[in-house]
């Protein structure tokens, strides 16, 4: 069988905040994800980083620059508003959580209004059942339950993907990926393609670090020790 190299989860799914204390009390007390990290951000400086821990593997970040808050929210540009609402390409629409049972996900909504927040559901997705609420500076939360994985000769429906430009040859190659086991980390770095994505970062400064050998950077970037010493027994 051959091996497919693929993102296997979400580590963590990070979102700026002008208020970092109320997204951690929001996310702490109303929803009971436990904080488990919160430091100076690493490379940037005024940044604070903090992570609540959703389970073992993936957290739910938060990011807080000294300028956040000065930076006007747009419903319809920077924020959809609600899981219908709009927003500008590449910004988040909405964030779901997973809930493991149908049961949590009635305890999560009771445990949600008992801290006299609004929030409305399950609906029935057929894929997923959804409860629906808000969280600080206009954040679109969802929370989902689905009691099997996506069956995709159900659900991937040839007549909606034609509206974006998908035909059917497409459709075979997006939902049956070319496996790739990957090449012991051999492939060096591409030439600076513009017509390719970029992170928006200072361009002479991005193109330095995609100059840098991946070992030098390593030694460069990288924050390995904890903030916070270990207590000496």
């Known amino acids: 069988m051959s091996v497919n190299v693929h993102?296997?989860?979400?580590?963590?799914?990070?979102?700026?905040?002008?208020?970092?204390?109320?997204?951690?009390?929001?996310?702490?007390?109303?929803?009971?994800?436990?904080?488990?990290?919160?430091?100076?951000?690493?490379?940037?400086?005024?940044?604070?980083?903090?992570?609540?821990?959703?389970?073992?593997?993936?957290?739910?970040?938060?990011?807080?620059?000294?300028?956040?808050?000065?930076?006007?929210?747009?419903?319809?540009?920077?924020?959809?508003?609600?899981?219908?609402?709009?927003?500008a390409p590449g910004t988040m629409q909405h964030l779901a959580f997973k809930a493991d049972s149908r049961e949590d996900l009635i305890a999560l909504r009771d445990r949600i209004r008992s801290r006299g927040v609004n929030v409305y559901g399950p609906i029935d997705h057929g894929m997923c059942q959804s409860i629906y609420f808000a969280g600080p500076e206009n954040l679109t939360l969802e929370v989902a339950w689905s009691d099997s994985a996506i069956e995709p000769a159900r659900w991937l429906d040839a007549s909606a993907a034609a509206k974006v430009g998908i035909d059917a040859d497409d459709m075979a190659a997006y939902s049956a990926p070319k496996a790739y086991a990957g090449e012991g980390g051999a492939v060096p770095q591409p030439p600076y393609d513009p017509a390719k994505p970029h992170q928006a970062m200072d361009l002479d400064r991005y193109k330095q670090v995609l100059a840098l050998p991946d070992e030098v950077l390593w030694q460069m970037a990288s924050?390995?020790?904890?903030?916070?010493?270990?207590?000496a027994e």
């Open 7 to 87: 993102p296997t989860g979400i580590h963590h799914l990070a979102v700026m905040t002008g208020d970092m204390k109320s997204q951690i009390e929001f996310f702490s007390d109303v929803l009971g994800c436990r904080l488990v990290a919160i430091f100076d951000m690493h490379g940037v400086p005024g940044g604070i980083h903090a992570f609540l821990e959703l389970s073992e593997d993936c957290q739910f970040s938060l990011v807080q620059l000294p300028e956040t808050a000065g930076v006007e929210t747009v419903i319809g540009q920077t924020h959809a508003g609600w899981g219908g609402g709009n927003a």
């Open 223 to 231: 924050y390995p020790e904890p903030p916070v010493k270990e207590a």
